[in-house]
């Protein structure tokens, strides 16, 4: 038996999530536990069949202003805190009737899930929980003779204790059910108060506070030698955190980390459009194609850039059917997610063992609110979501020649796929795909070249007489702070520009477009990525 064994004689129950209640009530009341617990918990334990002492019993007051008050009693609180050891406390419980409590079983009121459904504002404030967030931090301060659960998932793993050492738990399980406890407390805080400042319009409140629940432990992070794992976070997006892995080898942290680039970029090809398709590598996307199927819009994104697809994730906006399937395992990929997928589908996959198949139930708001972190060295940089879209920007055109439909159209889609390639950024597009993309370069001369070397690779792949970027639009995700940038787009093919407009420059990047017969549109909002 480990050190400090403390057998458990009394246990106080009180949860809102009653999933495998009675039977783990019932496993204590085997080992003599007695019961105490609260409203509907004592009711469903009595339901059950349990005898059960309600904490009204307990301390002598009923429970008051609609449930608010029932826990908040010396009884209570001094049977948790009280340390067994110390003859002070022994005699203060003595001498007040203060009974031990040797277990606590505390699941929260579901705010998280409240705010999460969109419920009014009265009811997320009653889906706030005082009590049981003051029993939990009292239970696990003093760890070393109470035990602490905070969620079902622990109570298999505490009645196998329980099991083992005939009753008693160890140090080692009450020191870590304690700091589980504290973490669930202070990620439910964060909520908390990360839905009042949301609610309050504050977006620099003077304290921030994020938590998130375990997913999985991941083998490393970026590299070997770090650490890493997944939590998942309040609030609900579609996405990668909240798919299901049908199959393949665990995921790892750049795979969750690509994946979920890959599917942010898929959203913004919402569902009312035509199937659309992302191919990322190292957070970037490599080819990005709309089309009238999803095999057709795999097809025009791998053929972006065939030698960076080896290898990448790929998103869809529509449901995988069997077509796709067959078409995306046809070169190692590491992994596909989508909304869903049809069965047949989900066969083809199945004979690529180790390739990840993730549903995702449905695609992610691109015009959402929301926040996202970045640590740096002893800080946060806390910001909303780029929730910009391009369909709702004001274009401008600052040119003599106005950009064509078929221009304009594909002006829009590339300064889309722009908003999720890392900055300085430049797309070339043509027919609703992307023919050359330059991502992450010091200067925005550079990823132009880079753009239009990339599809003069592509198309001796393909075996085409001239680059896709011939007759092609070009986007940039911020201004062109002088015209050689885009004289180096010009010089590729592009025949029209969709960039942010805002420089010192404009007017004589302006002019270099009349001198060449280029259209270009300002959208007057800038995506810069880091």
Excluded at 247 to 270: H, M, P, R, W
Excluded at 361 to 387: E, H
Aim: proline share 4%.
């Amino acid at each position: 038996m480990t050190s400090h064994p403390r057998r458990i004689t009394r246990a106080l129950l009180s949860v809102s999530d009653k999933a495998g209640l009675a039977e783990f009530a019932t496993a204590l009341a085997g080992y003599g536990v007695e019961l105490v617990s609260t409203g509907g918990t004592a009711k469903a334990l009595k339901d059950a069949g349990l005898k059960v002492i309600d904490v009204a019993e307990l301390t002598g007051f009923p429970e008051m202003m609609d449930g608010r008050v029932k826990t908040l009693h010396p009884k209570v609180h001094g049977g948790l805190l009280g340390v067994r050891s110390n003859k002070a406390h022994a005699a203060g419980m003595e001498k007040y009737g203060i009974k031990p409590i040797d277990l606590l079983v505390v699941n929260l009121y579901p705010f998280e899930a409240t705010v999460a459904k969109g419920a009014a504002y009265d009811d997320c404030i009653e889906n706030i929980d005082i009590g049981g967030p003051a029993m939990i931090r009292a239970a696990a301060k003093n760890h070393a003779d109470v035990t602490v659960v905070v969620e079902p998932a622990d109570y298999d793993k505490l009645l196998a204790e329980l099991a083992l050492h005939s009753g008693m738990t160890s140090l080692e399980l009450r020191r870590k059910l304690a700091a589980k406890a504290y973490a669930r407390t202070a990620a439910y805080d964060a909520a908390i108060s990360n839905w009042f400042a949301e609610t309050l319009h504050d977006d620099a409140p003077d304290y921030r506070a994020f938590g998130g629940k375990l997913i999985q432990a991941l083998r490393y992070g970026e590299n070997p030698h770090q650490k890493a794992a997944f939590y998942r976070s309040a609030g609900e997006r579609a996405g990668v955190s909240s798919s299901r892995q049908l199959q393949g080898k665990e995921l790892s942290y750049n795979n969750i980390n690509d994946t979920d680039a890959a599917y942010e970029c898929v959203a913004e090809f919402d569902t009312g459009r035509t199937a659309a398709c992302v191919i990322v590598k190292h957070a970037n996307p490599c080819g990005v194609a709309e089309g009238a199927s999803l095999v057709d819009a795999y097809r025009k994104a791998l053929a972006c850039d065939s030698n960076s697809a080896f290898g990448g994730i790929v998103a869809l906006n529509r449901k995988l059917d069997a077509d796709a399937a067959r078409a995306i395992t046809e070169i190692f990929t590491e992994v596909i997610i989508a909304p869903d997928a049809t069965d047949e589908a989900i066969k083809i996959v199945a004979t690529k063992k180790n390739l990840r198949l993730l549903l995702a139930g449905g695609l992610p708001d691109p015009r959402a609110a929301g926040l996202t972190v970045k640590s740096v060295a002893g800080g946060l940089l806390v910001q909303s979501r780029d929730n910009a879209v391009v369909d709702e920007m004001q274009l401008k055109t600052v040119t003599k020649r106005a950009p064509s439909e078929a221009e304009l159209s594909d002006l829009r889609f590339a300064f889309r796929v722009a908003k999720h390639v890392k900055s300085n950024t430049i797309v070339y597009a043509k027919a609703l795909a992307t023919v050359g993309i330059g991502a992450g370069q010091m200067s925005r001369v550079d990823s132009a070249r880079i753009a239009a070397r990339k599809a003069e690779d592509a198309a001796k792949e393909l075996k085409l007489p001239a680059p896709l970027t011939t007759g092609s639009v070009v986007a940039s995700d911020a201004f062109f702070p002088f015209p050689d940038g885009l004289l180096v787009a010009i010089e590729a093919g592009a025949t029209a520009v969709i960039q942010p407009g805002g420089s010192m420059n404009d007017q004589k990047v302006i002019d270099a477009a009349d001198a060449h017969g280029i259209a270009m549109v300002f959208t007057g909002v800038r995506h810069f990525r880091h």
